[in-house]
């Protein structure tokens, strides 16, 4: 087995600041050098400039498919992994690739690059981090689909952060560097307004200064958070905010859900298998009485904090119904309790 | 929600804004280190807005600049400066639109204009001029104690914050460390110094911009942690934590109280011992008016844009702990075991 390769990770905040650039640069520098450099995905979104950068470098075809009737290309995986180069340059860290043609991410397609001892440079913008999706809606509106779980992130040797001031970047759209002409004034007003850029530009550089300082300081696991996981669409978000108060503060990270049966429903599922990824240990209990189980849960796993989601509205019938979380606060005074927000706009 | 500003505040607003219009922007790019690229971003962009057709000029550059800066400079046009100073009078006379002036840190030799280099661009910005600019974390004030404790060493040359912060753009020039350059831990402590002095600078500037278009937001990209202190919190714990999750979230910490009228004297004692805790540990402490503990708490909370309100355990059910969970949709509450005390 040869040694893995190491991953670079080129981090902006939009399209358009110059991270696809930067990576480029880099790999020209190695060319120079007399690395053995190929491109396996380059996205050139039509801008000259960073064509340019291209010029010299050996490119890796890509793959032809087709999908829904519709013409797609993606990197070769098969075929980079046979060229065998010393590093592969690899576009746009997040995309999905086309369903039913070897693995769902790109980032599964690099990790199996690094496994064959492939060095990787890649791009990424903050927003497709997993754990800043809810934050990230919040402050824009905008939902992002493809997303990263943190852990792939943090693995990286190094995250470097491609920064450009959005009124930069809103210069070269208008400009038309970005985007066609056409598309440049509706970007202005959706996505790129300057209020979004800079928040999206301050996780960027917030989220840099986290790798950097999770690479110094070696962790030393004191918490463990248990996250209570129910089939209500709020758990998502839920999951999210554990982990990531979980990984800031270099504690483990549980989850368990309460199921009154022995099969759990699809929204369950969902949410468990979504843990997972997020590399969180689930386990799930059969009961009826959720809160003495969650304490019992918590207490018997050494658990230092307990996160669950706002109770679901009581109905008028039912007002003085005790909820769920009123009955683990009160089994669990002794316990530290988080009651995480629901993120809403 | 926020309260309508009052006519007078407008007009400050008007006229400040007025006054920013008349000034030249000032960008400056931000380093961690000599040799990251800094100086060759700037000139670099300077280049490419004389290409667009700006009319810039170069003002002040490093006597050991790269080559690559060199072959930039040697391309535009250069105003010599006079025994290191920057040639004020030159400048005003031959009035370009944009100038490119490197080191922001640089004390001039007496007998200059002004004793500081800064203060010369702030002269230039007076003028309408625009100027691009470039600076290491090391010279900056207000961070020459956290570089001082990373090296061991402090640059005699710095900059006050504030006026990196007033400055209209900055841009952070970020590489991993180069370990040939130096011993690679501190470098990276650096970097991490110089990006989360960017992400504050980056949140000041967006709260500004927020204020001025009169956007209420209730939300922020920086965790905000508020520990609410009464007469039985385990106050120690609960600061502690608080502490603990600011400084890994890089996010801000505040403390308060509701004030309470009729407390026994024994509470009042724990109380004041509660909060002697928070002035030790350096907090902010604020004091909030008496009346509902639930809808101070949630009004104060809301108007800090607070992401996490850190509480004692209720006592007894149907508490107002109870009541402000129930209410606090917008941000986490964590809830505290109490001490052994009462």
């Given at each position: 087995?040869?040694r893995r390769?190491?991953?670079?990770?080129?981090?902006g905040y939009?399209?358009?600041v110059g991270k696809?650039?930067?990576?480029l640069e880099e790999?020209?520098?190695?060319?120079?050098?007399?690395?053995d450099?190929?491109?396996g995905?380059?996205?050139?979104?039509?801008r000259?400039?960073?064509?340019?950068?291209t010029?010299?470098?050996?490119?890796v075809?890509r793959?032809?498919?087709?999908?829904g009737g519709a013409?797609?290309?993606e990197?070769?995986?098969?075929a980079?992994l046979a060229?065998?180069?010393?590093?592969?340059?690899?576009d746009?860290?997040?995309?999905s690739n086309i369903?039913?043609?070897?693995n769902?991410?790109?980032?599964q397609d690099?990790?199996a690059l690094?496994?064959?001892?492939?060095n990787v440079l890649?791009t990424?913008?903050?927003?497709?981090l997993?754990s800043?999706?809810?934050?990230?809606?919040?402050?824009?509106?905008i939902?992002?689909?493809?997303?990263v779980p943190?852990?792939?992130?943090?693995e990286?040797?190094?995250?470097v952060l491609?920064d450009l001031?959005?009124?930069a970047?809103r210069n070269?759209?208008?400009?038309?560097?970005?985007?066609?002409p056409?598309?440049?004034?509706?970007a202005?007003?959706n996505?790129f307004?300057?209020?979004n850029l800079t928040?999206?530009?301050e996780f960027a550089?917030?989220?840099?200064a986290h790798?950097?300082?999770?690479?110094?300081?070696a962790?030393h696991?004191e918490e463990?958070i248990?996250?209570c996981?129910t089939g209500r669409p709020?758990s998502?978000n839920?999951?999210?905010?554990?982990k990531?108060?979980?990984?800031?503060?270099?504690?483990?990270?549980?989850?368990v859900?309460?199921?009154?049966?022995?099969?759990?429903?699809?929204?369950?599922q969902r949410h468990i298998?979504?843990a997972?990824n997020?590399?969180?240990?689930?386990?799930?209990?059969?009961?009826?009485?959720v809160?003495?189980?969650?304490?019992?849960?918590a207490r018997t796993?050494?658990v230092?904090?307990?996160?669950?989601g706002?109770?679901?509205?009581?109905?008028?019938?039912?007002r003085?119904?005790?909820?769920v979380?009123?009955?683990?606060?009160?089994?669990a005074r002794?316990?530290?309790?988080t009651?995480v927000?629901?993120?809403?706009? | 929600m926020?309260?309508?500003p009052?006519?007078d505040?407008?007009?400050?607003r008007v006229?400040?804004?007025?006054?920013r219009?008349r000034r030249?922007?000032l960008?400056?790019f931000?380093?961690y280190?000599?040799?990251v690229g800094k100086?060759?971003?700037?000139?670099d962009?300077?280049?490419?807005?004389?290409?667009r057709g700006q009319?810039v000029v170069?003002?002040?550059v490093?006597?050991?600049?790269?080559d690559?800066?060199?072959?930039i400079?040697g391309r535009?046009?250069n105003?010599?400066t006079?025994a290191g100073a920057i040639?004020?009078?030159a400048?005003?006379?031959r009035?370009p639109?944009?100038c490119?002036i490197?080191?922001l840190?640089?004390d001039n030799?007496a007998?200059?204009a002004?004793?500081?280099?800064?203060q010369?661009v702030?002269?230039i910005?007076?003028?309408?001029i625009a100027?691009?600019s470039?600076?290491?974390?090391q010279?900056i004030?207000e961070?020459?104690?956290?570089?001082?404790?990373?090296t061991g060493?402090?640059a005699?040359r710095?900059?006050p914050q504030?006026?990196?912060?007033e400055?209209e753009e900055i841009?952070?020039v970020?590489a991993?460390?180069?370990?040939?350059?130096g011993d690679?831990?501190?470098?990276?402590e650096?970097?991490?110094?110089a990006l989360?002095?960017?992400?504050?600078?980056v949140d000041?500037q967006l709260?500004?911009?927020?204020?001025?278009n009169g956007v209420a937001?209730h939300?922020?990209?920086?965790?905000?942690?508020?520990v609410c202190?009464t007469p039985?919190?385990n106050?120690?714990?609960?600061?502690?934590s608080?502490q603990?999750?600011?400084?890994?979230?890089h996010g801000?910490?505040?403390?308060a109280y509701?004030?309470?009228?009729?407390l026994?004297?024994?509470d009042?004692e724990?109380?004041?011992?509660?909060?002697?805790?928070?002035?030790?540990?350096?907090?902010?402490?604020?004091?909030l008016?008496?009346g509902?503990f639930a809808?101070?708490?949630l009004?104060?909370?809301?108007?800090?844009?607070i992401?996490q309100l850190f509480l004692g355990?209720?006592?007894r059910?149907?508490?107002?702990?109870?009541?402000l969970i129930?209410?606090a949709e917008?941000?986490d509450v964590?809830?505290?075991?109490?001490?052994q005390?009462?």
């Amino acid at each position: 087995m040869s040694r893995r390769g190491s991953l670079k990770v080129y981090l902006g905040y939009a399209a358009g600041v110059g991270k696809t650039y930067r990576m480029l640069e880099e790999a020209q520098a190695l060319h120079a050098r007399g690395v053995d450099v190929v491109i396996g995905y380059f996205e050139p979104h039509g801008r000259q400039e960073t064509i340019a950068k291209t010029q010299g470098l050996e490119v890796v075809p890509r793959r032809r498919l087709t999908y829904g009737g519709a013409q797609f290309e993606e990197m070769d995986l098969a075929a980079v992994l046979a060229r065998r180069p010393a590093f592969a340059v690899v576009d746009e860290f997040a995309h999905s690739n086309i369903p039913g043609t070897g693995n769902e991410k790109r980032w599964q397609d690099v990790h199996a690059l690094l496994d064959a001892g492939i060095n990787v440079l890649t791009t990424m913008n903050v927003q497709h981090l997993e754990s800043l999706n809810d934050e990230v809606w919040q402050v824009t509106g905008i939902r992002v689909r493809e997303t990263v779980p943190d852990w792939v992130v943090d693995e990286a040797d190094e995250v470097v952060l491609v920064d450009l001031t959005p009124r930069a970047l809103r210069n070269r759209i208008e400009r038309g560097v970005v985007y066609a002409p056409e598309k440049a004034g509706r970007a202005l007003d959706n996505f790129f307004a300057e209020a979004n850029l800079t928040a999206l530009r301050e996780f960027a550089i917030r989220h840099t200064a986290h790798e950097v300082e999770d690479k110094l300081f070696a962790p030393h696991r004191e918490e463990r958070i248990l996250i209570c996981l129910t089939g209500r669409p709020s758990s998502a978000n839920l999951i999210r905010r554990g982990k990531r108060v979980a990984d800031y503060l270099h504690g483990d990270c549980l989850a368990v859900h309460i199921s009154p049966g022995p099969v759990c429903d699809q929204a369950v599922q969902r949410h468990i298998s979504f843990a997972r990824n997020l590399r969180i240990q689930t386990h799930v209990i059969e009961g009826e009485d959720v809160p003495s189980l969650i304490a019992g849960f918590a207490r018997t796993h050494k658990v230092t904090q307990i996160f669950m989601g706002r109770s679901a509205p009581r109905p008028w019938w039912n007002r003085f119904k005790e909820t769920v979380v009123q009955q683990v606060v009160r089994m669990a005074r002794d316990m530290q309790i988080t009651i995480v927000a629901e993120r809403r706009r | 929600m926020k309260a309508r500003p009052d006519p007078d505040q407008l007009l400050r607003r008007v006229q400040a804004e007025e006054q920013r219009e008349r000034r030249g922007r000032l960008k400056v790019f931000l380093g961690y280190a000599p040799r990251v690229g800094k100086s060759l971003r700037m000139f670099d962009e300077g280049r490419r807005r004389k290409e667009r057709g700006q009319d810039v000029v170069v003002a002040a550059v490093q006597e050991k600049s790269s080559d690559a800066v060199r072959e930039i400079v040697g391309r535009l046009e250069n105003i010599a400066t006079v025994a290191g100073a920057i040639d004020l009078p030159a400048i005003f006379r031959r009035r370009p639109e944009v100038c490119l002036i490197d080191e922001l840190a640089f004390d001039n030799p007496a007998g200059s204009a002004h004793p500081y280099r800064w203060q010369d661009v702030e002269a230039i910005l007076k003028q309408g001029i625009a100027v691009i600019s470039a600076i290491n974390v090391q010279h900056i004030r207000e961070q020459q104690d956290a570089v001082e404790a990373i090296t061991g060493k402090r640059a005699a040359r710095s900059i006050p914050q504030k006026f990196l912060r007033e400055a209209e753009e900055i841009e952070v020039v970020d590489a991993p460390p180069d370990v040939s350059n130096g011993d690679g831990r501190s470098l990276a402590e650096l970097r991490e110094l110089a990006l989360l002095l960017a992400a504050d600078v980056v949140d000041y500037q967006l709260q500004q911009y927020l204020d001025s278009n009169g956007v209420a937001a209730h939300w922020g990209t920086q965790e905000r942690i508020l520990v609410c202190l009464t007469p039985r919190s385990n106050a120690a714990d609960m600061l502690q934590s608080g502490q603990r999750n600011a400084r890994r979230f890089h996010g801000a910490l505040l403390v308060a109280y509701v004030a309470q009228t009729g407390l026994n004297a024994a509470d009042q004692e724990r109380l004041d011992a509660n909060l002697a805790l928070a002035h030790d540990l350096g907090a902010e402490v604020h004091r909030l008016p008496p009346g509902n503990f639930a809808d101070a708490l949630l009004a104060f909370a809301r108007e800090q844009r607070i992401t996490q309100l850190f509480l004692g355990h209720s006592q007894r059910d149907r508490s107002p702990v109870e009541r402000l969970i129930d209410l606090a949709e917008d941000f986490d509450v964590r809830l505290f075991p109490h001490g052994q005390v009462g």
